[in-house]
């Protein structure tokens, strides 16, 4: 894909009368991993529901690639390689994990036996490069039920790689997390993106700084700040409207 990824210019979103979104615009290219913070009820939700075809823009271009979304329901747009996890994990307790990774392979079933082999075969291989990924090819056999909070969400994570997005929407990941796993989380994001991009909502400024990455500021459904961490928490606007209080 040449250009961006993910093209919002100009979005609004109004809900009876009340703008949850403002003219806002976002930019991201491929490879990237992009942190979008705000104060509560800054609009991150309703930019994540816009993305993924859960809300019309009331106004504004929403392209993915060469594809306009805001002409796509949510299952096509899921389709063209856009995953969204989710704050609250939704991993099958009584299966393991490798299950679940099986359950989330979107594999199609070949009637000849040999192909049908060779594509379990690429399955496993599959799976096997996921759990690495995450850091869960040493409980590959566990149920998912006995994970702790944070495993549960990289297992998440996983069954949306499996789908090998090319977009990757990541809604407050270390919440309710310990500091060793916020930190494992972290060093996780940034090695999904590179090969796919990924946008992640977050609170936790010190999750962020350890993405490392470039910041979007959003306040009142518009595009506030822009750039390193440093540069936004140094930004007089930032500070008045969302870090000062
Ligand atoms: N379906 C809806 N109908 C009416 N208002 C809505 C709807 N969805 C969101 N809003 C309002 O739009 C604004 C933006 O909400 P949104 O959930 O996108 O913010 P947020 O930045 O994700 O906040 P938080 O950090 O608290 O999750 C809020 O004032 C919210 O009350």
């Known amino acids: 894909m040449s250009g961006p990824v993910l093209y919002l210019d100009g979005v609004s979103v109004v809900f009876d ?43 504004g271009t929403v392209r993915f690639g060469d594809h306009d979304l805001t002409r796509m329901d949510e299952a096509a747009i899921a389709n063209l390689g856009i995953g969204r996890k989710f704050q609250k994990p939704t991993v099958f307790d009584a299966l393991t994990v490798f299950e679940n990774l099986e359950l989330a392979l979107k594999a199609p079933r070949d009637p000849w036996s040999c192909l049908r082999w060779r594509l379990a075969a690429g399955a496993r291989a599959r799976i096997g490069a996921v759990l690495e990924e995450i850091g869960l090819a040493p409980r590959a056999g566990d149920l998912a039920g006995v994970l702790s909070h944070g495993q549960r969400q990289w297992l998440e994570i996983g069954m949306l790689l ?84």
Do not use: C, W
């Open 17 to 59: 009368g009340f703008r949850a979104l403002n003219n806002l615009s976002l930019v991201v290219d491929p490879g990237e991993l992009r942190s979008v913070i705000g104060p509560n009820g800054a609009g991150k939700t309703t930019m994540m529901d816009v993305i993924t075809g859960k809300t019309r823009p009331t106004a």
């Open 162 to 245: 499996m789908q090998d997005p090319e977009l990757l929407l990541v809604d407050e990941p270390v919440a309710g997390m310990t500091d060793q796993e916020t930190e494992q989380t972290a060093a996780l994001l940034r090695r999904i993106a590179g090969r796919r991009s990924v946008v992640v909502v977050e609170h936790d400024l010190e999750f962020v700084r350890a993405l490392g990455q470039k910041v979007t500021v959003l306040h009142e459904g518009t595009m506030l700040s822009e750039g390193t961490i440093d540069a936004v928490q140094n930004d007089p606007r930032v500070i008045e409207v969302y870090l000062g209080r």
